[in-house]
């Protein structure tokens, strides 16, 4: 399963994931689950990295979510984890990791695994990271373009629809 991608090392990301019911064959979610819940085990892995990071319940590593939607970054060492809602989106819990997950230096993505507890069918995250930021609607992240619409004051200068005149906005 692979999410929206994000920018290398933006932060005050909020991951939604659907985790499902090994017990039942319907592809039902698995609700009510914690951050209290046995067993619980949630591990980070960017592809350049040798050695995981795993929070678990049983370390006292992953705590609640306060507000859901709204990130609060976790205490050091330790991830956030909240079920969103069992009867709108059964199965749908919120993860919020620290920003350092994010920005690990040349990381092309992030995996994140969820397991451990009874019935829940392990879950994998693959989170694509790129140096384009796809939410910067001017310039895509990319400093070295302008910061300003093409043909705009200061933007990149366009060609008009005949190809035969410069438009420049001073």
């Given at each position: 399963?692979?999410?929206?991608?994000?920018?290398?090392?933006?932060?005050?990301?909020?991951?939604?994931?659907?985790?499902?019911?090994?017990?039942?064959s319907t592809g039902a979610g698995l609700t009510g689950l914690t951050s209290a819940s046995s067993g619980l085990k949630i591990s980070t892995i960017a592809d350049n990295e040798a050695t995981a990071v795993t929070y678990t319940q049983a370390g006292s590593l992953i705590e609640t979510i306060t507000t859901?939607?709204?990130?609060?970054?976790p205490t050091a060492t330790k991830c956030r984890f909240k079920e969103l809602d069992s009867s709108g989106h059964p199965g749908v819990y919120e993860i919020q990791l620290a920003d350092a997950r994010f920005a690990v230096a040349s990381a092309?993505?992030?995996?994140?695994?969820?397991?451990?507890?009874?019935n829940l069918a392990e879950t994998d995250v693959c989170i694509p990271l790129r140096d384009i930021d796809p939410y910067d609607s001017v310039r895509a992240g990319l400093t070295a373009l302008p910061n300003a619409a093409a043909a705009a004051a200061n933007g990149l200068w366009i060609l008009d629809q005949s190809a035969t005149t410069l438009l420049v906005n001073d």
């Open positions: 399963l692979i999410l929206i991608s994000y920018k290398r090392g933006q932060g005050s990301i909020v991951l939604r994931v659907k985790v499902l019911n090994s017990s039942v859901l939607g709204t990130y609060a970054a092309k993505s992030l995996l994140v695994s969820i397991s451990g507890v009874t």
